[in-house]
T-cell receptor, first 113, second 117 residues
Framework: AQSVTQPDIHITVSEGASLELRCNYS??????LFWYVQSPGQGLQLLLK??????LVQGIKGFEAEFKRSQSSFNLRKPSVHWSDAAEYFC???????????FGKGTKLSVKP | NAGVMQNPRHLVRRRGQEARLRCSPM?????VYWYRQLPEEGLKFMVY????????ESGMPKERFSAEFPKEGPSILRIQQVVRGDSAAYFC???????????????FGPGTRLTVL
């Protein structure tokens, strides 16, 4: 069955430090992969997506992610975190042609001064 | 271009009442998805609709839940005889028509937070 695992429930980083959020997926075919960010009480905003092609994907707000088929991973990275990046981050895989997304449980990011 | 709109943003119901959640997709989008987010959980797919058709309802509970997307007007997620376990955030997403070899990005609304007392 398709699934998405985000191993880290909560991560705290210092402002200006680098960030990597982990995501592993289980999916039989070539996956469509997404990272979303959710601020408290808000909806989800798409950060970036991978459909095909270059395995290093650039997104908004300075985020990037790398698709590694051999590791079934799609980790999210940012070289220098800002206090406004504090939010919850969700990795998702597109489940087939019907289009519904399967989400991980999320990683909550806290940023300390 | 307005984004996906959901209303109400917050809804309080007592056990046994009905909850109606509305979703207006982005202009030009004909596909609507509903997801539920329980506390400390990710979003779980519920149902996928196109205008006047339910395409995939594999994530919908078998009883008390229904969804529609009429030719005119918003998509409606209806929960009858609500119970405390229905308390959650319900998100709607929309996407444009799907091409034969494409996968379309979903745009999410702000959600409706349902509280059942």
């Amino acid at each position: 069955a398709q699934s998405v695992t985000q191993p880290d429930i909560h991560i705290t980083v210092s402002e200006g430090a680098s960030l990597e959020l982990r995501c592993n997926y289980s999916y039989g075919a070539t996956p469509y992969l997404f990272w979303y960010v959710q601020s408290p009480g808000q909806g989800l905003q798409l950060l970036l997506k991978y459909f095909s092609g270059d395995t290093l994907v650039q997104g908004i707000k300075g985020f990037e992610a790398e698709f590694k088929r051999s590791q079934s991973s799609f980790n999210l990275r940012k070289p220098s975190v800002h206090w406004s990046d504090a939010a919850e981050y969700f990795c998702a895989v597109g489940a087939g042609s019907q289009g519904n997304l399967i989400f991980g449980k999320g990683t909550k990011l806290s940023v300390k001064p | 271009n307005a984004g996906v709109m959901q209303n109400p943003r917050h809804l309080v119901r007592r056990r046994g009442q009905e909850a109606r959640l509305r979703c207006s997709p982005m202009k030009g989008h004909s596909h609507v998805y509903w997801y539920r987010q329980l506390p400390e959980e990710g979003l779980k797919f519920m149902v996928y609709l196109q205008k006047e058709n339910i395409i995939d309802e594999s994530g919908m509970p078998k009883e008390r839940f229904s969804a529609e997307f009429p030719k005119e007007g918003p998509s409606i997620l209806r929960i009858q005889q609500v119970v405390r376990g229905d308390s959650a955030a319900y998100f709607c997403a929309s996407s444009p028509a799907t091409g034969t070899r494409s996968y379309n990005e979903q745009f999410f609304g702000p959600g409706t937070r349902l509280t059942v007392l």
